[in-house]
């Protein structure tokens, strides 16, 4: 499995941005980028996933390296509610079946 | 979308029970993934489904546990002879059958064995 390293832990303060690491030096052409992020008790809740370009959405961007070695998950405003783990992940080809495969995650803790 | 429902949320059982957990993926999602999470861990994958064809399951899923999607809907998850090893957050998710497609989780199932 394609292999993700990400800091155990990160901290920052509310309404500065955040950005959260990712490396991925293994990647293939096919793998998606994909970022979740769990708050205490509950399911992974998908946050934003891309292949070569940046994306943007509602809850965050993804910058993606021009190698694809790396990438940035970058939150623009911190708020309290952001506190949770943050995953990333690359999705595994159709042939196995796209499945998630997780790591430790970075726990992101948010100071008032 | 209604989301990817699981129940029961909590189940309490003694050693030695047998329990299922029941889940309805987003409908029309042909895909539909069984993981388990123990405190302080990441998801870890144990079975999928397409439709109801149950393509890969981890070694992690031992012979007690059994996984049906009889009609390629709901999915069931079933452990027998519980052991206290067993007790996790059982996750459920679904997605459609295309590379790169958003997989949705469930809220879980946290299963305590006593």
């Known amino acids: 499995d394609a292999k993700t390293t990400q800091p155990n832990s990160m901290e920052s303060n509310e309404e500065e941005p955040v950005h959260l690491p990712c490396n991925h030096s293994t990647i293939s052409g096919t793998d998606y980028i994909h970022w979740y992020r769990q708050l205490p008790s509950q399911g992974p809740e998908y946050v934003i996933h891309?292949?070569?370009s940046n994306v943007n959405n509602r809850m965050a961007s993804l910058a993606i390296a021009e190698d694809r070695k790396s990438s940035t998950l970058i939150l623009h405003r911190a708020t309290l509610r952001d506190a949770a783990v943050y995953y990333c992940i690359l999705n595994l080809p159709q042939e196995y079946g796209n499945k998630l495969v997780f790591g430790a995650g970075t726990i992101l803790r948010v100071k008032s | 979308d209604t989301g990817v429902s699981q129940n029961p949320r909590h189940k309490i059982t003694k050693r030695g029970q047998n329990v299922t957990f029941r889940c309805d993926p987003i409908?029309?999602?042909?895909?539909l993934y069984w993981y388990r999470q123990t405190l302080g861990q990441g998801p870890e994958f144990l079975t999928y489904f397409q439709n109801e064809a149950q393509l890969e399951k981890s070694r992690l899923l031992s012979d007690r546990f059994s996984a049906e999607r009889p009609k390629g809907s709901f999915s069931t998850l079933e452990i027998q002879r519980t052991e206290q090893g067993d007790s996790a957050m059982y996750l459920c998710a679904s997605s459609r059958d295309r590379t790169g497609n958003t997989i949705y989780f469930g809220e879980g199932s946290w299963l305590t064995v006593v």
């Open positions: 891309g292949l070569t």
């Open positions: 409908s029309e999602h042909n895909r």
